[in-house]
């Protein structure tokens, strides 16, 4: 089996890791060798001045934190092992951070005044390993429920132990009210969700009114934590694919394309042309598809109702080609490790051409409704805006953060497929606020389109839709009635899945809502030892408190469609 | 009126007239989490328009509808939001549960996930797929309208056989003047 992918080149002049390095004692930071990115191994102690100098250091600065999980090594002495990980926008660059603690002090120390955005982040830690995280400001379960008991992501948790929530237990909103706050006749405590149409669903918001105008709110998620990350340690690495169909279900595709190319580079496989081409057309079929529903949504919450029709449309239609693909409209799981589920369909090109004269005019009759209607206007401009700094700091990534003026694209930064080989910008906006978010989709819809069709004008390459090796692909079912060898190789895969070598990788595609990582470890048995999906909404939809508190109530409604929260993948 | 039409005529017409206005107009709740609902978007949406089966009234207080309608994975969580929905729509009710995972919990067998809504309430219609097709869920909604005719058969035949013949006419008969 072949060995790991050496980790990429990092590029800019001027970074220099060495210069934060030498500020703490030696010893305190090893370097993992043969690890997928730069990453360091460092000691608790120094895990917050470290934090702060690699954010702060013009060496360095390491501004984007994107990430951070844990793993649990129940035969190491420091049996949980915490990794953060970092991106500096600057430097284009990535490092991440592991921290080990052992069982009986199981502590870290918390980061929030660092990054903002590593406050779910941290909550998550606590909720899934039990691991306490020493100077966060209100540690407490975040995806499990009150009545949970045990830490689910421990190796030594049954995957199937449930516990049931009775109603004494159900959380209680905490509020931080701002001092002097005296005027309390009219103030009104209000509670909207979970299964509300304004709140998506899934989402259970309760905010402090004085008025009109909301003065503290807090949220509470966790109404669709299906478990992703401990279903697929009891899966083998083909059997997540459909799990991860559901995680950003209105772009299905593109989380089928991040997690296959994961368990690629960790097998040393490549996928052929043909594939690569597909998954990029598909891939940016999705994105337009998310965006619809995305600014969809969002004007039926501004009581537009007309654009929901138009874009759902568009949704429809090309629902057709996904099905002419692998015969599922939603979950389409039409990634396989190594390339595609089958072949193209024979009209493949045509469907995706006529999908091209279809998809502009309902964006344009969209446009028309909207981009210049005063409502529209009065509802948006200016509406829970932030700016492109603070976003950074939360955690942001793709279309939100490029409407506040960061143009920070996986798909330019570390182009993958083939999106380095087509024309294409990357649209910014500088507003961060409702209407540039939903603008900059429309932009991107153009930008997606013009992607595809420079792909089509290639023409579809010729060749295999998946990799020619037994030990990856299933053999046709032609030589598996006919060839006794493939026969074999048949039964192994399906009775033993996919023999991944141990190691472990990471790697990113720009979702439909930013940055979408799968950080997966194998120990050689079969199946995932542990998979993080690193999820673009989850930090975004964190900041939500921030940006309603101090508007209207009905602001806040408006806000939250534009945010593209997708409860599948915040709370997967 | 009763010398002129005849007790049993007033009792029929009005259940048929009810039987007919409540099976072609379900006003559904959509309890809605999931992939599953994002499928049901596209049932009303344009292209499907369940409005062609009379249910496209979709009201979001349990107290305005009488089809409960849930798409998507239900978690232990979530369970008594639901029980309390559910406790809260006026009788009669009805409950279809779309997709694998309200019907069964689906394929996630897991620590966090009820396994199928019937844990906690009444399933009138299951219906099957991840997602189901929106002709799946439309099929679904068929097959309640049938049900809920067969439900009333039922009903009307019980209690002619379990009371007296003349108050169960007399009350149906009131309620139908009234
Ligand atoms: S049945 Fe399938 S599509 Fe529906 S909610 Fe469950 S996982 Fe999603």
Redesign the interface.
């Known amino acids: 089996m072949p060995t790991l992918a050496p980790p990429p080149p990092e590029t800019r002049v001027g970074y220099d890791l060495d210069a934060v390095r030498a500020k703490f004692p030696a010893g305190s930071i090893t370097t993992q060798e043969g690890a997928p990115w730069p990453t360091w191994i460092v000691r608790r102690e120094i895990l917050v001045d470290l934090a702060r100098e690699l954010r702060d250091n013009p060496a360095t600065r390491l501004d984007l934190f994107v990430d951070l999980f844990g793993v649990d090594y129940p035969d190491r002495a420091e049996r949980f092992e915490v990794v953060y990980n970092l991106y500096s926008l600057p430097f284009h660059a990535r490092l991440f951070l592991k921290v080990a603690v052992r069982e009986d002090d199981a502590v870290v120390p918390s980061l929030v005044k660092i990054w903002k955005g590593v406050d779910w982040f941290e909550r998550e830690l606590y909720d899934m390993f039990g691991l306490h995280v020493e100077g966060h400001p209100h540690l407490r379960r975040i ?3 009150e ?2 008991q045990g830490h ?1 992501l421990r190796k030594d ?11 004494d237990k ?1 959380y209680k909103p905490h509020f931080d009210l701002p001092d002097g706050e005296d005027d309390l006749f009219e103030r009104m405590t209000i509670n909207i969700g ?4 304004a709140m998506h ?2 989402f259970r918001l309760m905010a402090v009114l004085d008025g009109e105008t909301i003065i503290a709110s807090d949220i509470e998620i ?6 992703f990350e ?2 697929a340690e009891t899966h083998n690495w083909q059997q997540v694919i ?2 991860t ?2 995680l950003n ?2 772009s299905a595709f593109i989380n089928n394309v991040g997690y296959c190319k994961t368990v690629e580079k960790m097998l040393g496989v490549e996928a052929p042309p043909k594939a690569v081409w597909a998954r990029t057309i598909l891939s940016e079929f999705s994105r337009i598809m998310d965006h619809c ?1 995305c600014n969809g949504t969002t004007l039926v919450d501004a009581g537009a109702l007309t654009n ?2 138009y874009m ?2 568009i ?2 239609e090309i ?1 057709g080609l996904l099905e002419s693909v692998c015969g599922a ?3 389409v799981s039409a990634c396989r490790i190594g390339g595609l589920i089958q072949n193209l369909p024979p009209d493949f090109e045509a469907r995706c051409r006529t999908l091209l004269t279809m998809i502009p005019p309902f964006i344009k009759d969209v446009e028309d409704l909207v981009d210049k209607n005063r409502i529209w206007l009065d509802r948006s401009v200016g509406i829970a805006s932030i700016t492109g700094a603070e976003a950074v700091n939360w955690g942001w990534t793709g279309p939100c953060l490029r409407a506040s003026g960061v143009a920070y694209d996986v798909r330019k930064a570390y182009p993958y497929d083939l999106y380095d080989t087509v024309e294409w910008e990357v649209p910014v906006l500088y507003g961060g606020d409702v209407y540039d978010r939903y603008r900059i989709r429309m932009l991107e819809i153009r930008q997606s389109l013009s992607i595809i069709r420079q792909l089509l004008d290639r023409g579809m390459p010729e060749g295999p839709h998946i990799v020619d090796d037994p030990h990856v692909a299933l053999p046709s079912k032609d030589a598996c009635y006919n060839q006794m060898e493939a026969m074999i190789y048949h039964f192994k895969l399906i009775m033993d899945g996919i023999q991944v070598p141990a190691g472990e990788a990471y790697t990113m595609v720009e979702g439909a809502n930013g940055e979408l990582g799968f950080y997966a470890i194998s120990d050689g048995t079969g199946k995932p030892y542990r998979l993080h999906c690193r999820p673009p909404c989850f930090p975004i939809f964190s900041t939500f408190p921030q940006l309603i508190n101090g508007g209207s109530l009905s602001d806040s409604i408006v806000s939250l469609g534009g945010l593209n929260v997708i ?2 993948e915040l709370e997967r | 009126m009763n010398k002129m039409f005849g007790e049993s005529w007033v009792t029929t017409t009005f259940e048929t007239l009810e039987d007919w206005a409540q099976r072609n107009s379900f006003w559904p709740f959509p ?5 599953c ?3 049901f ?2 049932t009303v ?3 499907y328009d369940v409005s062609r089966f009379g249910s496209e009234v979709v009201r ?1 207080s349990p107290r305005q509808s009488d089809v409960l309608l849930v798409a ?2 239900i ?8 029980k309390k ?1 559910y406790d809260q729509m006026a009788e009669p009710r009805w409950v279809i549960s779309m997709g694998a995972c309200a019907c069964s919990g689906g ?7 009820m396994q199928g809504i019937d844990e906690i309430i009444p399933v009138d219609v299951y219906v099957p797929g ?2 189901p ?1 929106p002709e799946g869920l439309i099929y679904g909604i068929l097959q309640l309208k049938e049900k809920v005719v067969r439900d009333r058969k039922k009903l009307a035949a019980r209690s002619a056989q379990g009371r007296p013949e003349k108050e169960t006419t007399g009350a149906h008969a009131g309620s139908a003047t009234a």
């Open positions: 995806l499990c429920h009545g949970f689910p948790y049954d995957a199937a132990r449930r516990w049931i929530l009775t109603e159900i979970p299964s509300h149409p669903g899934t966790g109404y669709l934590h299906r478990c401990k279903m459909p799990y169909d559901r279900y209105c529903v929901f029709w759902f449309q949704r429809e629902y409209r939603l979950t409860a599948g | 309890f809605g989490t999931a992939c609902a994002i499928e978007m596209g949406s344009s292209h979001f998507g994975t978690n232990d969580k979530m369970a008594p939001v639901l929905i394929f996630y067998r897991s620590y966090h996930v991840c997602p097709t």
